[in-house]
């Protein structure tokens, strides 16, 4: 174990928020007989949400599983836009922005599991599926949420059902579907930091068989700092701007057959994250031309705003990714007990970005990086239900085809474009390129069920076989021009065993115990040569876990977890400056880790106009055996961007007015705990804590068809670290763009 301190900025003080809130509610003995005000109000209580987790409606409390369920309303109130903003109110969730500098990235950890990068030879450990289709690539996943019915979290593995990738869990996204309501509406967004949103959004019935949902968007924000060394920068540091768009129709073909056509697309541009670095030892000494790796850099080289970027290569302060999909599904009830489905879905995605990773007007690390990726998969499942139990089964297949180049690569410590040091050795690097190119292959069959023992014991279990194939070619302009290909196969069982008992008070408790798999691979960056170029294995997992659901009170409804997970062979992609110089990366397998913690969410009715909604997450995760011959990490490191406590608190306040219309009062709290930037003990990867705050008052009008809304977003202007990385004498640090915004929304609504 690494001798740093467990103590935490999260202290007992504000661990004691939550508690004093839950136990002023639980003491409350509000009983009032529900009003329209207060169904508004309750909208979002646990009781009331119906999920899909295991690919049947049910409800929240019957699902013997960890899950989050973000709602449409809670996600607008509190200023959800994207998946990024979803990371803030789950409990063991974190979701950075962290990829070449772009913020369509979404690093999405869950209980200690994820991967902060996105090269094609990399697969996240948490899968994002929208509307039953999975997301291969994490740029481009920090979508935008503008006609979306709710978002469901699943923590721990979720291998049976979803397979590939949800090792530490899954993200399910589910859009508003065709025909579910009839309304035509329009939202507009205006507030500081020059932001300019508008969302537009259509359902209804074209006849008695086909039904469209059509949404548009456009949001705009200007940027945070300058490129100043730049004389017509395209971009501003941190600038955003995106357009998005979808279109879904349904039609009936008969009673008991109907096909779902879907497409979407989005284009977004902006400017690179805010980036800096912070010098460590040893410091660039300019009177010593061989101090530090970086002899030349010295701090005063460095722009005096750190959100400001010191480069001079045109185009690295810009950003762009763009994609589109579309997927048909085919939905057939073949008898009362029996139905089937079938979707099929292909995917293509593009994104510029990178980083001038040692962020001054000198030509010394410089990593521009472009890359793209198409998928396509098809799933056909054979679902039942009879009296006592149901299953859920199906086929599954999986493509990608992608490359990540980087180029015009620059890794020169002297700063010379000839590659040689100032004593006529070579340097690594130089000016050059470097390509991987990857196509996955990915088979899966599976089956899961569960069977009413009696009116209150139900149990279950699954199995899925996952098998992979990839391909990948990687060029080493600096060794030759080199070119080498390399083939892996992975296969694996992944399980599941549950069970649910609802007690006499109406509480569900439930034991489970999961398999989980992830497939291995390549490393992303092994800029050292053919040599790091080499397979790394596949990981699995157990997951033991038991939780309670329900009504604890007749105002408090509560969802408890606790869990332990061993992982065997995790796998680490670290960065690693002494193993070929500049933004090496490669992945090792740790051997065996563990992870334990704990989870409670809560909504609390105080009275008809005042709730809570709060959640807590604890996590112990660190691994405990490391392999012989491993040296990129040891016994004791914990994951990385994984913070030990995660906290969310929401309370809401409704008044009546004489008019007949409501005000809404509502504010967001959010906590993630300190973490490290690698899965490698480093005290200068250290990310410090950071608490958001967020609120808004909404006046809805007498009928509900029009709203204005007064939001605030980080209102204490807290700047925080998304990512810090060792490099070559220096931390390359990532700074959010999440910077304190005021502004009015307009939400207006139109019968169809």
């Known amino acids: ?9 999260f202290t007992l003080k504000k661990l004691t928020l939550l508690t004093a809130a839950v136990s002023i509610a639980l003491s409350a003995n509000v009983h009032a007989q529900a009003t329209e ?26 699902s013997p599983t960890a899950i989050t369920s973000l709602s449409a309303s809670f ?9 990024d903003d979803v990371g803030k109110y789950v409990p063991n969730l974190n979701i950075s922005r962290y990829g070449a500098g772009n913020s369509a990235h979404a690093s999405i950890f869950i209980r200690g599991i994820g991967l902060q990068d996105h090269i094609i030879t990399t697969d996240p450990g948490v899968g994002v599926y929208v509307d039953g289709v999975y997301l291969g690539r994490q740029m481009g996943s920090n979508l935008s949420l503008p006609n979306i019915a709710s978002v469901e979290v699943l923590r721990g593995p979720q291998g049976t059902l979803y397979g590939r990738n949800t090792l530490g869990g899954a993200v399910n996204i589910i859009t508003k579907k065709p025909g579910d309501e ?11 930091l020059g932001r300019v949103a508008t969302d537009l959004y259509l359902n209804g019935d074209i006849n008695d068989d086909v039904s469209i949902a059509a949404s548009g968007s456009f949001k705009k924000r200007d940027g945070v700092g300058k490129a100043v060394n730049l004389p017509n920068p395209e971009k501003e540091i941190g600038e955003e701007q995106e357009f998005s768009g979808r279109l879904a129709a349904n039609w009936k073909v008969s009673n008991n057959f109907s096909l779902l056509f879907a497409v979407d697309g989005y284009d977004n541009e902006g400017g690179q994250s805010p980036y800096t670095i912070e010098f460590t030892d040893p410091s660039p000494d300019p009177t010593d031309i061989f101090n530090g790796d970086f002899p030349l850099l010295t701090a005063d080289l460095l722009p005096s705003d750190p959100d400001d970027l010191g480069t001079t290569v045109p185009g690295l302060e810009s950003t762009a990714v763009s994609g589109w999909g579309a997927s048909i599904t085919a939905n057939w009830d073949i008898n009362q007990n029996y139905s089937s489905k079938l979707i099929t879905s292909f995917r293509g995605s593009d994104y510029e970005g990178g980083l001038d990773d040692d962020a001054s007007p000198l030509n010394l690390s410089e990593f521009p990086e472009t890359g793209e990726a198409d998928q396509y998969s098809v799933e056909l499942q054979v679902n039942g239900t009879f009296d006592n139990y149901d299953f859920v089964s199906g086929i599954y297949f999986f493509n990608e085809d992608g490359s990540t180049e980087s180029g015009p690569f620059v890794f020169s410590p002297f700063n010379t474009p000839d590659s040689l040091n100032t004593d006529g050795s070579p340097s690594f690097g130089g000016y050059g390129f470097f390509d991987l190119h990857q196509e996955t292959d990915s088979f899966a ?9 009696s009116e209150k014991l139900t149990i279950g279990g699954g199995l899925r076989y996952s098998k992979d194939k990839k ?11 080199e070119r080498a290909f390399r083939t892996a196969e992975f296969s694996e069982v992944s399980w599941d065993v549950n069970a649910a008992y609802q007690l006499d008070n109406g509480l569900n408790v439930y034991a489970q115990v999961q398999k989980g798999y992830q497939t291995g691979g390549f490393p992303p960056r092994p800029f050292g040569g053919p040599a790091q170029f080499v397979q790394f294995d596949e990981t699995t997992s157990i997951n033991y876990e038991t939780g309670l659901k329900g009504k604890v009170a007749e105002n408090v409804s509560l969802l408890a977890a606790v869990f332990f997970t ?3 062979d995790l796998a680490l992609p670290f960065s690693d400056p002494t193993a070929g110089g500049g933004f090496v990366t490669i992945t090792e397998n740790a051997g065996t880790s563990e992870a334990k913690g704990v989870e409670l969410e809560a909504t609390v009715d105080v009275n008809d106009n005042f709730a809570l909604r709060a959640a807590v997450g604890y996590l112990d995760a660190e691994i405990t055996q490391v392999d012989e011959n491993v040296t990129g990490v040891g016994v004791g490191d914990s994951p990385a961007l994984t913070p030990k406590w995660t906290l969310m608190f929401a309370p809401s306040y409704y008044v009546d007015l004489d008019s007949g219309a409501t005000l809404a009062f509502k504010a967001d709290y959010s906590f993630r705990d300190k973490m490290q930037g690698q899965s490698v003990f480093n005290p200068n990867e250290t990310i410090d804590s950071r608490s958001i705050v967020g609120f808004d008052v909404k006046y809805t009008s007498i009928n509900g068809d029009w709203s204005l809304s007064l939001y605030g977003e980080n209102v204490t202007d807290e700047v925080y670290d998304q990512g810090r990385l060792q490099q070559n004498g220096f931390v ?4 959010s763009n999440d910077r304190r915004e005021f502004g009015l929304r307009f939400k207006k609504d139109f019968e169809m």
């Open 1 to 9: 174990m690494h001798p740093i301190s467990n103590t935490h900025t």
């Open 445 to 453: 069959v599976y089956a899961n069920a569960s069977y009413d023992v």
């Open 37 to 62: 005000k207060n169904e508004q109000a309750n909208s979002d209580d646990f009781e009331n949400i119906t999920v899909t987790a295991r690919k049947r409606t049910e409800s929240l409390f019957e």
């Open 566 to 568: 061993q992982y065997d």
């Open 471 to 481: 391909d990948a070619e990687a060029l080493f302009p600096s060794f030759g021009g």
């Open 75 to 83: 996600m607008e109130d509190a200023n959800i836009s994207n998946l």
């Open 732 to 735: 390359g640090i990532v700074r």
């Open 182 to 192: 009839s309304v035509a509406s329009v939202a507009v967004k205006v507030g500081t």
